[in-house]
């Protein structure tokens, strides 16, 4: 009997609908050559849960995702539903909800150059030569999820009288979950070339200086074998610009490693390349790093290659399809070889017969499986 896998898609906003349908006809195109079905239930999540139900993330959308095998997503958010308002629903609720309830405290953000696009980044080729570094982004702490307020101060507490409004965010982590990042991290590690690098600001925030005695016990107790090296994330941000190549496994908290991956994802060319995993103890999502695109939505411009590698990436972490994964991995580096690109990773020496839309890059890649 074929096997067959349950996939919540969750489309979203923006270029989300016009990419994850990319997404979807690779993965049928690679589980027919596999063997193995995909069948689908599409549910809401972000600014269209909004108009439809009034939420970011309906109680069905979490007990579709919660019943499937795996979770597809492809981004939220648009200006639509930006509001600076509190009390008004915003579309990144949906998303930072679905990886709470689901439990998805790892993040993994790979960052490799496909060879035929070192022209496109905006680094020198032999700055990105041989760039392959994963960012192991802790995914449910910190400050996208600590105590938040917003009011007005009458007396000017701690000013001197000077009233108005005041604003904070909490940036908290606990013992275990900096432990289990510590975990993941190692292990990426072991399975690549042995080294990390853990990301903070320990010489300001006291969570930072938790994180690194943290992480240091873990690696001394459990992983002396792996390299590891600490490094103020200020400086990363530097350095991952001046040697991109020297980093293996990247670990940091959740807002940093939020900002070092848009940032890691130009090295690489685009932030449409950059695909991710979004994994906890149960049902894992898969999603592209970047967000909804308002700008290329509606144009069927978008580049639908980190959707795609996200696949690569199920395939993988969910499935163990280890020869699907590669596959999927091996066709989008064959279109690339023979130049096709999407607006975001052409050069200059890209003739005009080689730029393709996002469906058409998807036909490309699925004519390879
Ligand atoms: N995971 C998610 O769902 C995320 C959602 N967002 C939301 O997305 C909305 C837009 O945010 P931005 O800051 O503009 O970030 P963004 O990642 O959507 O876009 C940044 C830039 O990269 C380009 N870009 C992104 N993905 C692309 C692709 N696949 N192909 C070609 N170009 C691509 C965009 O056109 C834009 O110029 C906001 O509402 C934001 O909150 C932002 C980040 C992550
Ligand atoms: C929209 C945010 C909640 C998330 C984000 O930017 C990301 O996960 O990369
Ligand atoms: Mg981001």
């Known amino acids: 009997m074929t096997q067959t896998y349950h996939i919540c898609l969750l489309p979203g906003d923006g270029i989300g609908p016009e990419i994850i349908a990319e997404g979807v006809k690779v993965l049928n195109a690679v589980g027919a ?12 999540i972000g600014g269209c849960a909004i108009d439809a139900a ?5 109680d069905e959308t979490l007990r579709v995702a919660e019943a499937s095998d795996a979770v597809l997503l492809a981004a939220v958010g648009g200006p ?24 998805l405290y790892t993040n993994l953000r790979p960052v490799q150059i496909f060879g035929a696009l070192a022209g496109a980044s905006t680094l020198k080729p032999e700055i990105v030569d041989g760039v392959d570094l994963m960012i192991v982004r802790e995914l449910t702490g910190g400050l996208y999820f600590g105590r938040r307020e ?10 001197g009288g000077v009233a108005g409004q005041r604003a904070y965010d909490t940036l908290e982590y606990r013992e275990y979950e900096v432990e289990r990042i510590a975990r993941q991290a190692y292990q990426a590690a072991r399975k690549r070339r042995n080294k990390v690098t853990s990301v ?3 010489n300001v925030l006291e969570t930072s200086r938790m994180w690194r005695e943290i992480v240091h016990r873990i690696h001394d107790e ?64 898969y999603e592209p790093s970047h967000g909804s695109a308002p700008d290329i939505a509606g144009c069927g411009i978008a580049n639908p290659l980190a959707q795609i590698l996200s696949v690569e990436m199920m ?11 590669d596959d999927v991995r091996r066709a989008v580096t064959a279109v690339l070889d023979e130049g096709w690109r999407t607006g975001d990773i052409k050069d200059s020496d890209t003739p005009a017969d080689k730029l393709v839309g996002t469906e058409q890059m998807g036909d490309l890649v699925a004519a390879k499986l």
């Open 200 to 202: 903070d600001k320990a």
């Open 222 to 285: 459990e992983y002396p074998d792996v390299e590891l090296e600490d490094l103020l994330v200020d400086n990363t941000a530097m350095q991952l610009i001046n040697r991109p190549a020297d980093f293996d496994v990247v670990v940091t908290e959740n807002m940093f490693g939020d900002i070092l991956s848009d940032e890691a994802a130009q090295i690489t060319g685009s932030l449409g390349m950059l695909a991710s995993a979004s994994l906890g103890d149960g049902v894992a999502l």
């Open 150 to 159: 917003r009011f007005y101060d009458e007396e000017g507490c701690g000013t």
């Open 80 to 103: 639509k539903w930006d509001t600076t308002d509190p009390e008004k629903p915003r579309p990144e609720q949906g998303l930072l909800g679905i990886r709470k309830a689901l439990g």
């Open 315 to 325: 395939l993988r972490y969910s499935f163990d399809m280890q020869g699907a994964a």
């Open 33 to 44: 050559k596999h063997g193995v079905a995909f069948s689908y239930t599409e549910a809401l």
């Open 54 to 58: 009034g939420t970011a993330l309906p």
